[in-house]
Structures are given as structure tokens and as C-alpha cells.
């Protein structure tokens, strides 16, 4: 049973340049989440998506980044014009369909790493 | 004021010791409460969750105190694979109104076992 995964696992990108990070929650999984985490800082939750919805975006730049979760293929998280303050380790987890309920658990992919030069 | 706040850290311990973490969150709404552990340039992974009775796994106890907003992390009998940062992390509403929640995490607290 495969866990969640993340490609890239790394990915270098020159300032302007577009990132793309896809993520395949684990089977059965139909929430997903995506999270940033800065150089020696804590994850910050950026994204909540289900199936085609977009359910929580409040933790989401307001320019630059994009969130997906097409009914068919992994869940996307774009970013535009990449700067080097992009430069981060990207998580995504995902959770079985009690997803808005607070005793939901998360499971976290390996993270891909992007690097702005 | 930070939303989860951890221990500075690092703490340094020999194997068998005794290590406590301590974590306060500001959000009074917030509902579920995790320990996670992060290796070096790894995944977070569930280490426990957190109930107001307190939890305890093998070697790991877990406190909640939801009146002081305070959570703690007992580790025994440490081991060298002990060595990783811990995670406080809360699950609640990000604001009032919230359709849905979300996980707060700490900065974590770095813990290395020495031989």
C-alpha cells in the first residue's frame, strides 16, 4: 500500500521560471494538503483541496501560486515567476474523507525541495 | 504571539535519560493534538495524538492541559534513534467561522541522544 508521493523530489528552477510539484495521495485517500516549509521554520499550511474543489486556500500567497486536484492525476501546486524566497521544502498529506472533522489524521509525502537560484 | 510554541532547544541527552517537551497554543478553539517526529530533511510522521486523559506509547507519554493550552511530550529510557525534531502540532478552525480545519505546527524542538 503505497504511502503518499511527491515529485520532483527536488527541483532547482532560475528566478522567473514556472514550478510545478505533484502530489498522488495515498489509495482511498480523497483530501489532500499542502504545506511550506521555510529554511529552519515549522510547515505552514497553505492549501486544503478535495476532488475538483477547493476547499481552503487561506494559507496560500495571493499571487503566483495555484492549487489543483483534477478529478483524474495527482494533485498540483504551481507557482509562477519563482523567486528565491520560493525556495522551500514543499509537503503534501492527505486523509480519508473525514477530512474537515478534528480527528482526522494526516499522512505526509517525502516533500520535493525546490531550489531558486 | 506564536500560534504553537515549542521549546527552543536543542536538547542534548545521553542514552537513558529521561527528555521532556513542552508546547502552548494560543487558539482556545482548537480541537486535536498531535506529536509528530521530522528526521533531517524528512516527511513529518504521527508520532502519537493527544488526549486530555493523557496517552501513553511504550516509552512516550503525552499530557494535554486544554485550561492552560499546554501540551507535553515524555520521552523514556531515550534511545539513539530518539534523535529527530518534535513537532507540536493543533488542529482546529484557522479563524471563526472556519468551514474547515487546519494543522498548526511549531517550529519543533531538535533531540539528540548521545551515545
Known amino acids: 500500500n503505497a504511502g503518499v508521493m511527491q515529485n520532483p523530489r527536488h527541483l532547482v528552477r532560475r528566478r522567473g521560471q514556472e514550478a510545478r510539484l505533484r502530489c498522488s495521495p495515498m489509495k482511498g485517500h480523497s483530501h489532500v494538503y499542502w504545506y511550506r516549509q521555510l529554511p529552519e521554520e515549522g510547515l505552514k499550511f497553505m492549501v486544503y483541496l478535495q476532488k475538483e474543489n477547493i476547499i481552503d486556500e487561506s494559507g496560500m500567497p495571493k499571487e503566483r501560486f495555484s492549487a489543483e486536484f483534477p478529478k483524474e492525476g495527482p494533485s498540483i501546486l504551481r507557482i509562477q515567476q519563482v523567486v528565491r524566497g520560493d525556495s522551500a521544502a514543499y509537503f503534501c498529506?492527505?486523509?480519508?474523507?473525514?477530512?474537515?472533522?478534528?480527528?482526522?489524521?494526516?499522512?505526509f509525502g517525502p516533500g520535493t525541495r525546490l531550489t531558486v537560484l | 504571539r506564536k500560534e504553537v510554541e515549542q521549546d527552543p532547544g536543542p536538547f542534548n541527552v545521553p542514552e537513558g535519560a529521561t527528555v521532556a517537551f513542552n508546547c502552548t497554543y494560543s487558539?482556545?478553539?482548537?480541537?486535536?493534538f498531535f506529536w509528530y517526529r521530522q528526521d533531517c530533511r524528512k516527511e513529518p510522521k504521527l508520532l502519537m495524538s493527544v488526549y486530555s486523559s493523557g496517552n501513553e506509547d511504550g516509552r512516550f507519554t503525552a499530557q494535554l492541559n486544554r485550561a492552560s493550552q499546554y501540551i507535553s511530550l515524555l520521552i523514556r529510557d531515550s534511545k539513539l534513534s530518539d534523535s529527530a525534531t518534535y513537532l507540536c502540532?493543533?488542529?482546529?478552525?484557522?479563524?471563526?467561522?472556519?468551514?474547515?480545519?487546519?494543522?498548526?505546527f511549531g517550529k519543533g524542538t531538535k533531540l539528540s541522544v548521545i551515545p
Open positions: 498529506a492527505s486523509s480519508q474523507q473525514l477530512g474537515h472533522l478534528f480527528t482526522d489524521t494526516q499522512y
Open positions: 502540532v493543533v488542529n482546529g478552525p484557522a479563524y471563526s467561522g472556519a468551514g474547515s480545519y487546519q494543522l498548526t
Open positions: 487558539n482556545s478553539a482548537s480541537q486535536s
